[in-house]
């Protein structure tokens, strides 16, 4: 039934977006139409996304570390936070005891944590990134999951793990949001359909990395300690927020300007 649930909940949302979304033209219809034509097939397409990643522009590639980091401190999180509860938090000596199950579903009560704070954190978010710069504002949330998921490596009681989620909230905020808008601003016009489709390559990267290759890490260099995998998740996510620094975002003067004005706007009303 979640599965039904979570699927309608989708296709309402992206129905939603067909409907309430009004879609702009091209100027010259017919311009565009011949460039379309132009890239048609397998073979174009290939050499516009090969073309497209040589050409990436230079805020995409700082972001790229960025990207492929945090999604791979996530995606150990995801796999091993659940299991690390069960035997870690509540002690659980097998996969078949009552208490193993209990552990599995606090996880998932932890994970409805980070996603609650992630919802109340969007409205802050906004304000944090006009007062320190997006770049400034996406290093600290990520340096929260960071440590939040660090911390789990310390804590015993299944209350104390709710506020490691909070980190989590934090980050998972600035994840969803911060680098899309850092990237939107250093993209050609033409390329930007091209080239966000290339960014989401930093996501899918550190998932096939972690199914393929992470096992085989549990088993030879952290002996099946979920903690360790949740804590390296962590550390991921904080060497994620000092490369942060390195990233050049174009828009983010813009931004502030934007700021400025509007608090003399608000002082002049006042």
């Known amino acids: 039934m979640s599965f039904y649930i979570g699927a309608a909940a989708f296709f309402a949302a992206v129905l939603w977006t067909i409907v309430s979304t009004a879609e702009y033209p091209p100027e010259d219809m017919e311009a565009f139409r011949r460039a379309k034509l ?7 397409n290939a050499r516009e996304i090969l073309s497209a990643i040589a050409d990436m522009p230079a805020t995409m590639r700082q972001l790229a570390p960025v990207q492929l980091l945090t999604w791979l401190g996530l995606y150990c999180m995801w796999l091993y936070f659940p299991v690390a509860v069960a035997h870690n938090v509540f002690r659980a ?3 078949s005891s009552s208490v193993y199950t209990r552990g599995i579903e606090w996880a998932g009560i932890c994970f409805a944590m980070y996603s609650a704070v992630c919802f109340l954190f969007s409205f802050v978010l906004p304000g944090l990134a006009r007062a320190v710069g997006r770049r400034n504002a996406h290093s600290l949330c990520l340096l929260c999951g960071g440590a939040g998921l660090v911390s789990v490596s310390v804590i015993h009681s299944k209350i104390l793990l709710l506020a490691t989620m909070v980190g989590v909230g934090i980050a998972w905020s600035s994840i969803l949001s911060v680098p899309y808008a850092v990237l939107a601003g250093s993209l050609p016009a033409r390329r930007t359909g091209v080239y966000m489709g290339i ?3 930093f ?6 990395i972690a199914s393929l290759f992470f096992g085989w890490i549990m088993n030879h260099l952290l002996n099946n300690n979920r903690i360790a995998a949740v804590v ?20 983010d003067e813009a ?4 700021a400025r004005k509007s608090d003399l706007r608000t002082v002049a009303a006042s």
């Open 199 to 201: 960014f989401n390559f």
């Open 255 to 258: 931004v502030r300007q934007y």
């Open 93 to 95: 000596a097998n996969q």
């Open 203 to 208: 996501i899918v990267i550190p998932e096939i």
């Open 232 to 251: 390296a998740g962590g550390l991921f996510m904080l060497i994620a927020a000092v490369l942060m620094q390195r990233v050049v975002d174009s828009g």
């Open 38 to 44: 132009k890239t048609k097939g397998l073979n174009a």
